[in-house]
């Protein structure tokens, strides 16, 4: 990274620190004030820093390492993936500077490599995290877990046997628009949480190019359910994260429903799911995604007696809304007496239109980050300073259950209440 | 060509005019204020909309003094 990097990183973290107040980043980005105090001057001893494997070079892989590279305490030296291009491009993107594996195992039998970034197909998840913790690795995995609950549980498991890092991908918990949005519900500005709505709609097939037949469920692994689950795994447990934290609970109980509506095309995963969560408080998670209409896009409202919130468009909307100026005030109301329909007769009620209130911003900056890069930032640190989060890991794994839940509770056809058994603390 | 002239009688009777819109403005101001039950500091910050209120005002008096005077004119004409 040159200085002009670094600069600007550092700016970044600044300005991060700056917008979400002294509070938030003592409480919820405790890494940052270390981060922003960074002498860009100072070279880091090779001592300093920590070394890192990639496994999984596809989409995510590679934004990652994009990420990582702006990192100065981060060093890649290995990555790994069996598939012919992506472990080219892993190679190319790295100089070819680093050592290339086909094979996982061989990048964990390095003794120097501190951590590993996993960024493989879901069902890989687990076994590889699992291989890596128990060789001494600090991990970050992508989310979700892993493609069945039991395996999300064998993670869990071994991280806290090791005593290494385990961190999940779900950028939303690092992005300061969320953080402080969550400060701001603790504080009880909605009152408490009646309801959630979440929703995640896109109109593409989501397959990718396939170069020849017997690649197809190598690279379109998310349509298949082999490996993945669909909107559940790879969209919704995004979401289901944040109205936990939000909650500050995690759903007991899913019933849904969900089908191939549109896209006929041979996948095996639903390309429509409805869902309701039910948290032991009563509030109700609603969730619903689909690909074949992105009117609506995504969002996570948050719900309660004082206000709401939509936490993708970063707004706030009060209940009661501060009163417009008297004068205003006045002449709406000359307005609507002079030109407003006049009823005759009829229904004697008032239809609940929505409210025109254009809510307040979460944050006044956008920051340009969805917390990737902090999300990171943070990894690096928590293995440079061996901090493990608890919270952390509860939060992410239970975001994961709850995907997981949903999806077998749209196969089933019936409500799915979490089984005592994958319960942590 | 006849020239245009407003004279300065014309003027301050222009500005007068003026001068009563923005009273009537501002007291509608502190009117809905007590009404409404907002607050004080609404008189300085929503004084845009009271100038705006008041050109508005003034020209309505502009339109009643124009068809005042057209009246008289035609009363004038008639006798």
């Given amino acids: 990274m040159n200085k002009s990097e670094q600069q600007s990183r550092r700016e970044f973290i600044r300005n991060v620190s700056l917008v979400t107040g002294t509070s938030v980043v003592a409480s919820s980005l405790p890494w940052m004030n270390a981060l922003a105090n960074e002498n860009p001057d100072q070279t880091l001893s090779p001592s300093d820093k920590i070394r890192l494997g990639i496994i999984g070079f596809g989409s995510r892989g590679n934004l990652l390492l994009l990420h990582m590279k702006n990192i100065p305490s981060i060093e890649i030296v290995a990555v790994c993936d069996n598939y012919p291009p992506h472990f080219d491009r892993a190679k190319e993107m790295t100089n070819n500077k680093t050592k290339a594996f086909v094979d996982y195992r061989k990048l964990l039998e390095i003794k120097d490599i501190d951590a590993v970034v996993i960024a493989t197909p879901l069902n890989e998840h687990a076994h590889i995290t699992i291989n890596a913790l128990q060789a001494g690795k600090h991990v970050f995995c992508e989310k979700s877990m892993a493609r069945i609950p039991e395996d999300c549980l064998a993670m869990v498991n071994t991280h806290r046997e090791t005593g290494k890092i385990l961190q999940i991908g779900h950028q939303r918990m690092f992005n300061p628009k969320y953080i402080k949005a969550m400060e701001f519900i603790r504080a009880g500005q909605l009152g408490n949480i009646t309801q959630m709505r979440a929703f995640w709609h896109r109109n593409n097939d989501w397959r990718r190019p396939v170069p020849s037949p017997e690649l197809e469920k190598k690279i379109n692994w998310r349509l298949y359910k082999e490996f993945s689950c669909g909107l559940m795994t790879e969209l919704a447990s995004h979401q289901i994260q944040v109205a936990n934290w939000a909650l500050g609970e995690f759903p007991d109980k899913v019933m849904g429903a969900g089908s191939i509506n549109y896209w006929k095309d041979g996948r095996e995963v639903h390309d429509n799911v409805n869902l309701v969560y039910t948290y032991p408080c009563g509030t109700q998670l609603i969730y619903d995604s689909c690909t074949s209409n992105k009117h609506y896009g995504l969002e996570e409202q948050i719900m309660g007696p004082k206000g709401t919130m939509e936490l993708e468009a970063g707004k706030m909307f009060s209940e009661t809304p501060p009163p417009a100026p008297g004068i205003l005030h006045l002449l709406n109301n000359i307005e609507q007496k002079v030109f407003d329909t006049i009823p005759l007769g009829g229904a004697s009620w008032v239809p609940d239109s929505p409210s025109k209130n254009k809510g307040e911003y979460i944050l006044n900056e956008d920051l340009e980050d969805d917390g990737t890069q902090l999300e990171m930032e943070a990894f690096a640190y928590s293995v440079k300073n061996n901090e493990i989060d608890p919270e952390h890991i509860r939060q992410t794994y239970y975001a994961s259950i709850a995907a997981l839940l949903g999806f077998m509770a749209i196969e089933e056809e019936k409500v799915i209440t979490v089984p005592e058994e994958l319960k942590i603390v | ?79």
């Fill in chain 2, 1 to 79: 060509m006849k020239d245009t002239i407003i004279t300065a009688k014309q003027k301050k009777r222009e500005l007068i005019f003026l001068l009563i819109s923005f009273v009537i403005a501002f007291a509608l101001n502190v009117y809905s204020i007590i009404y409404y039950n907002s607050q004080w500091k609404e008189l300085i910050t929503t004084l845009h909309i009271t100038i705006l209120f008041s050109i508005i005002i003034y020209f309505l008096l502009v339109i009643i003094r124009l068809i005042i005077r057209g009246i008289a004119y035609l009363f004038k004409k008639i006798r």
